[in-house]
């Protein structure tokens, strides 16, 4: 691949699989360094037979350590690439309950363990439709100049195909009646002042719903047609 007249996608597409390869070596580093940091406490305390898993532990960091720079090396001229450039638009999908679209992966409403999915296919792309398909989960840190109208549209980003499945099928379930949560019911036929078993006959669906201790009849989907 020509680097220079590659695109912004084919760039990062190959960034992100070394990246991959970077992190999956440090992520061992991380956790020879846990072992070796365990074992080490187990030998102060007077435990001698953990010498050797400090020993190995020491022996494989050093091991992984030494991958790096051939690796960073590797990535080095994509880099550059992209900063000879001015650099171009990149999204970042954080992988938690709730996560949000980001434009690097370097936003402050982030940790140092945040992890994320690289939207490789939005390299490039204009930023307005970066937040267009992001909808309700962009930034608004990354994007402070996102339109309200924008922010309020259901997301057309998932971070797996079982996600977006998922919000598919929450999304075709029948939205709450306007009745739930509400005192929206006549007195005269309610059944309340009892232990359990209050109830009232919703002013919108025309159902029986069970009431809260407050009095609220209980969230409840409308009744269906027929």
């Known amino acids: ?16 699989k070394i990246w991959t390869r ?4 440090e992520a061992e580093i991380k ?8 074992a080490l406490k187990c030998i102060r305390h007077g ?15 050093a ?7 051939a690796l960073e090396a590797e990535a080095n001229p994509y880099e550059a690439e992209f900063v000879r450039r001015g650099g171009w638009t990149r999204a970042f999908l954080c992988t938690s309950n709730n996560g949000h679209v980001h434009k690097d992966r370097n936003c402050s409403t982030t940790r140092l363990r945040t992890q994320f999915v690289w939207l490789i296919d939005y390299s490039g792309k204009d930023e307005a439709e970066v937040v267009a398909d992001a909808g309700c989960i962009a930034c608004t840190v990354c994007y402070p100049s996102a339109p309200v109208d924008v922010l309020a549209r259901p997301t057309k980003i998932f971070a797996s195909p079982e996600a977006k499945a998922k919000a598919e099928k929450e999304a ?22 009892y232990y359990s078993g209050n109830y009232g006959v919703c002013s ?15 969230k409840h989907k409308p009744k269906a047609a027929g």
Do not use: F
């Open 1 to 16: 691949m020509n680097i220079t007249t590659a695109t912004p996608v084919e760039i990062d597409t190959v960034l992100a």
């Open 22 to 25: 970077i992190a999956t070596v």
């Open 31 to 38: 956790g020879y360094e846990k072992k070796g940091r365990e």
């Open 47 to 61: 435990y001698t037979g953990y010498q050797g898993i400090l020993d190995r532990s020491q022996a494989k960091i």
């Open 63 to 69: 091991e992984l350590e030494a991958q790096l720079p």
């Open 172 to 193: 075709a379930k029948p939205a709450d009646c306007d009745g739930s949560s509400t005192w929206d019911y006549p007195r005269e036929t309610a059944r309340l002042g």
């Open 204 to 218: 919108h669906c025309n159902q029986n719903i069970t009431v809260s201790s407050t009095g609220k009849m209980r």
